[in-house]
């Protein structure tokens, strides 16, 4: 605390991503990141970057990569926002179209950004218990609010909504935005995408950090109404108007361009969840069923805690909690082959 520190920043509780240690040869499971790299044409596209057009801005508007996601995903340019990763995205959707003065929806077990977004533009949250067997129950999400948000497939638990279900509650809500964040979708969910010329009130974030194994480059994504984007970009244009820079442009259209790379990854993540799944279960534990490239489990005997503990000192990290409902899970990212090999040998000697 400083008296130089606004009111605001005084009583701001930041969000505490997952560690990125310093350490070498750790085996990494812990902020779900794509084990399996970007695509080769993606390193390519931002070599080709680096050259003296560095000293010029990039285009504000992003305008060959909306294009190229406008194609992809059969809907017009003028209905696709982009942003430095989802995280930004979500922060303007946040301020732009969620109705101040009412609370805002969101799941009692998820994407721990949502109430520090609140905090930070002073609105309120409300989190809405998810049932006991860690679902969304469509049902709840009829009660008077400012708008909604959850992830689907949702994080931590991994759990996917089907998508008569998320309409349900677009279908419930219709005078206020309804926020599906696909950050994982690509891991076996279907996108909400497909539903956005029906409903105006409908938009959906993605990211490019998972599926495509770009985290480090920082592309994020919305797509929904025209007006709800232009709400988007009046936001964006009042805080910052190159949000993307040249490598991250060129690089995120070069992936959308390698179809086969990411139905490869994304098939490798699936097929890898799957087997440590079955595995964990071997050990005794109760995982979630996952459409995300993590895994949500708890052992029937031991604590969460001392799992994610007895991990580390194998040099193995994992997401651990400590929050109710959920102190005995451990978030598990999906890793190579060999990585979810190293995790269930360490867990077998715990
Ligand atoms: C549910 C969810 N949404 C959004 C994000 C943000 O992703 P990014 O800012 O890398 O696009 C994450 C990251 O872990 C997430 O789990």
Same mark, same amino acid.
């Given at each position: 605390?400083?008296?130089?520190?606004?009111?605001?920043v *005084?009583?701001?509780?930041?969000?505490?991503?997952?560690?990125?240690p310093?350490? #070498?040869?750790?085996?990494?499971?812990? %902020?779900?990141e *794509?084990?399996?790299?970007?695509s080769?044409?993606?390193?390519?596209?931002?070599q080709?970057e680096? !050259?003296?057009?560095?000293?010029?801005?990039?285009?504000?508007?992003?305008?060959?990569?909306?294009? %190229?996601?406008?194609?992809?995903?059969k809907?017009q340019?003028?209905?696709v926002?982009?942003?430095?990763?989802?995280?930004? +995205?979500?922060?303007?959707?946040?301020?732009a179209?969620?109705?101040?003065?009412?609370?805002?929806?969101f799941? =009692?077990v998820?994407y721990?950004?949502?109430?520090?977004?609140?905090?930070?533009?002073?609105?309120?949250?409300?989190?809405?218990?998810?049932?006991?067997?860690?679902?969304?129950?469509?049902?709840d999400?009829?009660?008077?609010?400012?708008?909604?948000?959850?992830? !689907?497939?949702? #994080?931590?638990?991994?759990r996917?909504?089907?998508l008569?279900?998320?309409? @349900?509650?677009?279908?419930?809500?219709?005078?206020?935005?309804?926020?599906? =964040?696909e950050a994982?979708?690509?891991?076996?969910?279907?996108? $909400?995408?497909?539903?956005v010329?029906?409903?105006p009130n409908?938009?959906?974030?993605?990211?490019?950090?998972?599926a495509r194994?770009?985290?480090?480059?920082? +592309?994020?994504?919305?797509?929904?109404?025209?007006d709800?984007?232009?709400a988007?970009?009046?936001?964006?244009?009042?805080? *910052?108007?190159?949000?993307?820079?040249?490598? @991250?442009l060129a690089?995120?259209k @070069? #992936?959308?361009?390698?179809? @086969?790379w990411?139905?490869?990854?994304?098939?490798?993540?699936? %097929?890898?969840?799957?087997?440590? %799944?079955?595995?964990?279960?071997?050990?005794?534990?109760?995982v979630?069923?996952?459409?995300a490239?993590?895994?949500?489990?708890?052992?029937?005997?031991?604590?969460?805690? #001392?799992l994610?503990?007895?991990?580390r000192?194998?040099?193995?990290?994992v997401?651990?909690?400590?929050?109710?409902?959920?102190?005995?899970?451990?978030?598990?990212?999906?890793?190579?082959?060999?990585? !979810?090999? $190293?995790?269930?040998?360490?867990?077998?000697?715990?």
């Open positions: 605390m400083s008296k130089f520190w606004s009111p605001l *005084n009583d701001l509780v930041p969000y505490v991503p997952g560690e990125q310093k350490m #070498a040869n750790l085996v990494k499971l812990n %902020t779900n *794509n084990p399996f790299g970007p080769p044409k993606v390193i390519e596209a931002i080709a680096l !050259n003296d057009n560095l000293r010029l801005y990039p285009d504000p508007e992003g305008e060959a990569l909306r294009q %190229t996601i406008a194609d992809y995903h809907v340019p003028e209905q926002f982009l942003g430095n990763g989802s995280d930004e +995205v979500l922060a303007h959707i946040f301020y179209l969620f109705q101040h003065g009412e609370p805002i929806l799941p =009692d998820t721990s950004f949502y109430p520090v977004y609140c905090g930070l533009y002073n609105i309120e949250g409300k989190p809405v218990p998810l049932t006991e067997s860690f679902e969304i129950n469509p049902e999400y009829r009660q008077p609010n400012g708008g909604v948000i959850f992830p !689907n497939p949702n #994080a931590p638990t991994g996917y909504l089907p008569e279900q998320v309409e @349900a509650v677009v279908q419930a809500n219709p005078d206020r935005v309804v926020v599906v =964040d994982y979708v690509d891991f076996g969910g279907e996108s $909400a995408i497909t539903l010329d029906k409903y409908l938009l959906v974030s993605q990211t490019l950090s998972k194994s770009l985290a480090g480059l920082r +592309v994020g994504l919305a797509i929904g109404h025209k709800l984007i232009e988007l970009n009046r936001v964006k244009n009042s805080f *910052n108007s190159y949000p993307l820079d040249r490598l @991250a690089g995120a @070069a #992936a959308y361009e390698d179809e @086969a990411f139905r490869k990854c994304c098939d490798g993540v699936i %097929t890898e969840r799957e087997r440590v %799944t079955e595995a964990l279960e071997g050990l005794g534990f109760e979630l069923p996952s459409k490239n993590f895994v949500f489990a708890r052992h029937k005997e031991q604590s969460g805690e #001392a994610a503990k007895g991990l000192e194998q040099g193995i990290i997401r651990h909690f400590n929050k109710p409902r959920i102190s005995d899970f451990l978030r598990i990212t999906i890793g190579t082959s060999e990585q !979810n090999d $190293a995790l269930i040998k360490g867990l077998q000697s715990l």
